[in-house]
């Protein structure tokens, strides 16, 4: 969401600068700050999404049967290092039928694959279901 908020600032600088230079007359100035925020723009995507190559978010939904289950989840993900980026919890309270759920955005590191971690939480006693949103 943030790209999207970035790339509608650029453009508004792009046209802004390239306008009111264009319109003042002066030529080269408009085109090259033109030229100069578009070369920004493609580089800093570039390095954007390498960054995010190397430090994925993920986002999972996790039903689960009982608050232990949701400590011992939280131990799990300090033990492998991801970082809780965001996280929320619906409880049921009506109906026993229905489990309790949790949406986790996490940070993973370089080394971990989403499948893999989605098993290991799916191996945890009291954990219903996992699935990547």
């Known amino acids: 969401m943030e790209n999207i908020y970035l790339t509608i600032f650029l453009i508004t600088a792009v046209t802004g600068v390239g306008g009111l230079a264009l319109g003042g007359g002066f030529y080269e100035g408009g085109l090259f700050a033109t030229l100069l925020i578009l070369i920004a723009e493609l580089f800093f995507s570039r390095v954007e999404y390498r960054m995010l190559k190397n430090a994925p978010e993920v986002n999972l939904y996790v039903e689960y049967g009982d608050n232990?289950?949701?400590d011992v989840l939280l131990q799990e993900?300090?033990?492998h290092g991801l970082k809780i980026l965001n996280m929320g919890i619906i409880?049921?309270?009506s109906n026993e039928e229905h489990n309790a759920c949790a949406i986790f955005t996490l940070r993973l590191h370089k080394g971990l694959d989403v499948d893999h971690l989605k098993q290991e939480i799916l191996a945890t006693?009291?954990?219903?279901?996992v699935r990547e949103l």
Do not use: K
């Open 77 to 79: 993900f300090r033990e």
């Open 125 to 129: 006693g009291g954990v219903v279901s």
């Open 91 to 93: 409880h049921s309270h």
């Open 68 to 70: 232990r289950t949701m």
